[in-house]
């Protein structure tokens, strides 16, 4: 048996004799005893000594010892003094007067020390057991504090990478409501240098911080990648393959990306794994389903992933409406989901396509539902011009030893032509000159256009007059797929030759490619036609860069640019 | 033969217990008990009877004084139901009783000292 601690006890007894001889007993074993002679004077000792435990006589004057009992057990507080009343007490009445009063045991007299003992070992063991509950939970409360603490930490960092885009430009509209501090839907919005944007929805399996964790590396893969002007499927297999590497098995995005051309007025899609989107086209009001055609990234390996994405037709303001599957798993106290066909519902009635979003929420309110998983919305719409672009890449060069005279030829064939795409590569080049940055939207708009004539029209012999609606811009796309999926030979070229000229310098991009060419001189009669969704994109060359011209029975293309050098 | 008034174990306990303090103890419980006897006199009403006895028995039979405390707890009980002179009565018995077993506490006062 292990020996008892001393403790410090009060005895609080009004008969002299009883008192001395109570002391006596509990010093003998062992403990420090302090006395009291009537209930004020208890409390009076318990205030100024704490003692551990308290002997308390029932009946006694000036104060008695419920009343002294009731005081010193508010005076505890959470701590646990054991109470032990000495009463002679017999009938239960009386007793049960002693717990009310917060008495957690009796002594009968006369007092038989062996019983006095075992109770003030067994109260005292409790008393300590209350000590070590106590400190455990202001550990425990101590260290939820600091987790959280950690928590926004970590969100103050998250927030500037998942927030660097442009989801303030004035075509998006968007409603996140996150379930916890860490949001586990991911919305991110960036133009590409040709004044294009790249709009992304993502919902990370579960919420909160392992969620946010794997968004922020797939969120500086999509900025750093769209900046530099690669096109979305190059950019969602190194989303796919990066998530890949870095998430746990059992834990993947869904995500729906989109990249509005509003040059090409088209919109290019890919859904993985998220709820249906919508193309809501203002003109016939209806509401074209993007549905999820592929796995969410960072399941399939980089041979398996798929990105082949859908095109699109999009007048300028029609809008594409995104949801995550919050909105959709909100459910009720019957545990009804608010589902798919309420959504509809809500399209249907909508009068007022500016208030979809209202007119949701409403829906939502309406249906009494518990949100169970972060809630997102977004709608992006095409706007007339393309607005000006985000803040300018910050280079870090002096300008020094930029190259001014120079050329270079490439030469992309066959099975090259199918995976890679070489203009964010041209562009990084061209932008090792100095004076063409603050050019680089266009450049970049005149390469791509240039690029895809050749690849396009040229190599796989499309017919651009195809898209001229809605089925044939379909028709389009699915033939661009598959010639390109079975093409073998072919080239396009492209040369660049930087040369310097009075305090600036002149670019000269060429653009060859192996097709049949086409008719320069008809195409160039055609008046400019805004809405036109076919064209060669001649009059966006010629308006962007300088002394634009077309040769070789249009095989080859070719563009100028000039800069001065800023006093 | 067992002593009907008070418990010689009792005594052999407190003294064994006490130890040096057994003569403080036993002059203790003589004080006490003689102001005790005093407040029953001075008592006019059932209820400061009652307290009065309750506590005189709790020491009573700390000290082994069986008799007394007996005499007590009737007191204690009753007080409230019996007539003035049968409670005048109940305060003579415990007088009486006390005086029986006074002596021996005094002798135990010297009988330390033997030791």
């Known amino acids: 048996m292990q020996a008892q601690e001393p403790l410090t006890i009060l005895i609080a007894e009004d008969s002299a004799a009883d008192r001395l001889l109570l002391s006596t007993i509990v010093r003998r074993q062992g403990h420090q005893v302090l006395t009291a002679a009537n209930g004020a004077e208890a409390v009076e000792t318990f205030k100024e000594q704490q003692p551990d435990l308290v002997l308390m006589d029932a009946l006694m004057p000036v104060m008695d010892g419920f009343e002294a009992a009731r005081q010193i057990k508010a005076l505890a507080g959470e701590a646990l003094v054991p109470i032990i009343f000495l009463t002679s007490l017999t009938e239960s009445e009386a007793l049960a007067r002693c717990l009310e009063a917060g008495g957690d045991d009796f002594l009968a007299k006369p007092y038989n020390q062996v019983i006095l003992a075992a109770k003030i070992k067994a109260m005292d063991r409790l008393r300590r057991l209350q000590a070590t509950v106590l400190q455990q939970r202001d550990l425990i409360a101590r260290h939820h504090d600091y987790l959280l603490n950690e928590q926004r930490v970590a969100k103050a960092v998250f927030d500037k990478v998942a927030h660097s885009g442009c989801l303030s430009a004035p075509n998006i509209r968007y409603l996140q409501s996150p379930y916890a501090l860490f949001n586990g839907d991911l919305l991110l919005a960036a133009y590409t240098p040709a004044g294009d944007m790249h709009v992304m929805l993502g919902d990370f399996t579960g919420h909160g911080l392992p969620a946010a964790v794997g968004a922020m590396p797939l969120a500086e893969v999509f900025y750093g990648m769209t900046a530099k002007g690669y096109g979305l499927a190059e950019t969602l297999r190194e989303m796919n393959a990066k998530l890949k590497r870095i998430l746990p098995v059992d834990m993947f995005c869904c995500a729906t990306l989109l990249s509005l051309s509003f040059q090409s007025r088209s919109v290019e899609v890919w859904n993985g794994g998220m709820p249906d989107g919508y193309l809501h086209r203002m003109a016939s009001g209806e509401r074209v389903p993007l549905p999820a055609r592929h796995l969410p990234l960072g399941i399939l390996s980089a041979q398996a992933f798929d990105d082949r994405t859908d095109v699109y037709p999009m007048a300028v303001d029609d809008r594409v409406f995104l949801l995550s599957d919050g909105v959709i798993d909100t459910c009720d106290a019957h545990d009804q989901l608010f589902g798919v066909e309420r959504l509809q519902q809500v399209f249907a009635a909508n009068r007022e396509p500016d208030r979809l979003f209202e007119d949701i929420e409403q829906a939502l309110r309406d249906f009494r539902g518990q949100a169970r998983d972060d809630v997102s919305m977004v709608e992006v719409s095409l706007l007339e011009s393309a607005q000006a672009h985000g803040a300018a890449p910050v280079y870090s060069d002096s300008g020094q030893s930029c190259p001014l005279d120079w050329s270079a030829s490439f030469e992309f064939r066959g099975a090259t032509l199918r995976r890679f795409n070489p203009l964010p590569f041209l562009l990084q080049l061209l932008l090792e000159v100095h004076g063409l940055r603050a050019q680089s939207g266009a450049l970049y708009s005149v390469l791509a256009e240039l690029y895809s004539n050749a690849l396009e029209h040229g190599v796989l012999g499309l017919d651009s007059s195809l898209k001229r609606d809605a089925t044939g811009f379909a028709r389009y796309y699915e033939m661009r797929a598959a010639r390109l999926e079975a093409l073998q030979d072919g080239f396009v070229r492209v040369h660049l030759q930087v040369q310097p000229q009075g305090e600036g310098g002149r670019l000269v991009i060429r653009v060859e490619d192996s097709g049949k060419g086409f008719d320069v001189a008809r195409v160039m009669e055609r008046p400019v036609d805004n809405v036109r969704l076919s064209g060669r994109g001649i009059g966006l060359v010629r308006q962007l860069g300088r002394n634009a011209t077309w040769s070789d029975q249009g095989r080859s293309a070719s563009v100028e640019f000039f800069w001065e050098i800023e006093a | ?115």
């Open chain 2, 1 to 115: 033969m067992t002593d009907p008034h008070v418990d010689r174990e009792v005594l052999d306990t407190l003294r064994e217990v006490m130890e040096d303090g057994y003569t403080e103890l036993l002059e203790t419980f003589l004080a006490d008990s003689q102001s005790r006897l005093h407040e029953l006199q001075d008592s006019t009403s059932a209820k400061a009877l009652s307290d009065v006895a309750h506590s005189f028995k709790g020491s009573a039979s700390n000290m082994g004084a069986v008799r007394l405390a007996e005499l007590c707890q009737d007191l204690e009980s009753n007080a409230k139901d019996k007539s003035p002179e049968a409670l005048a009565q109940l305060v003579a018995d415990i007088h009486s009783e006390f005086a029986e077993v006074r002596p021996v506490y005094e002798s135990e006062k010297h009988h330390t000292h033997i030791h």
